[in-house]
């Protein structure tokens, strides 16, 4: 259900405005991954995107996420984000969720900075875990993802 809403909500969000960004992350993002496409809503207090995650020969990760910017454009917000994680070899896919806190500035009209962190987990397998390594899912540690990269809003 918790998909759907995400889904409902970018697509809403849409249809009701232009203010787009485009994000490229230094330290892939838990909320943007490494390049995100997103759009503000509500005088930029909500936000949607679209986001690409990881390829490479063992793992494709595409996601949508959400945030709610306490402040307006500029300050912290709060996010969550949703990844699919493909696993190439077949042996299985699930999702990354994340959760957590950011804050942006646009220093410029068209070029600011973010700072992300965020809760990580995995739902797959008939389970929850907080680990993912080497096409395994374990509850052997919890991760803490940051995130810094650059903004270009339009």
Known sequence: ?????????????????????????????????????????????????????RANSEHLMLGVGLAYHLLGYNGPYAFHSSDWMIDMGGDGHFWQLDFGLGYQYAFFKHLGIYFEIGYQFYAGNGGYYTYYDEGKLSNKELLFPLGIGILFPF
């Open 1 to 53: 259900m918790k998909k759907l809403f995400v889904l409902v909500a970018l697509i809403s969000s849409l249809s009701y405005s232009l203010d787009l960004e485009v994000s490229a992350s230094v330290i892939a993002s838990p909320n943007r991954g490494a390049l995100s496409v997103a759009n503000y809503f509500r005088d930029k207090t909500i936000s949607t995107n679209l986001h690409f995650s």
